[in-house]
């Protein structure tokens, strides 16, 4: 069985991680959790994805359809990577710094997304 994952969002609250999108609490029923997709405020998209469990034993039940195929984590990913490399190149300060110093400003979602996503 698979495991659910789960991060923590920058407000501290635990988002669902599947297929490589990032799903929010929604909605809980007696049997069931429903995660909403975190774009959904951004970019409305209606994705939404049911489980058994709010944990790492719960199931998934169902999963609907998104309007988008990018996830924000990544993208952040790939920006934070990019300034890294520009400071770097101004060769002001040590990369060690520059990565450290950049870890620190970026959410929760990018440091802790799988490198396999990456
Ligand atoms: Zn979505």
Known sequence: MIKLKFIKS????????????????????????????????????????????????GEIIKHTDHSHTQNAAKSEAKELINEIKKSAENGQFPTRIIISTKLGEASASVINWPTSYY
């Open 10 to 57: 920058q407000k501290g609250k635990n988002m669902l991680v599947y297929n490589g999108f990032l799903y929010c609490k929604h909605e809980v029923y007696e049997n069931k959790i429903v995660g909403r997709c975190s774009d959904y405020k951004k970019i409305a998209c209606k994705s939404r994805c049911h489980t058994t469990s709010e944990d790492e034993s």
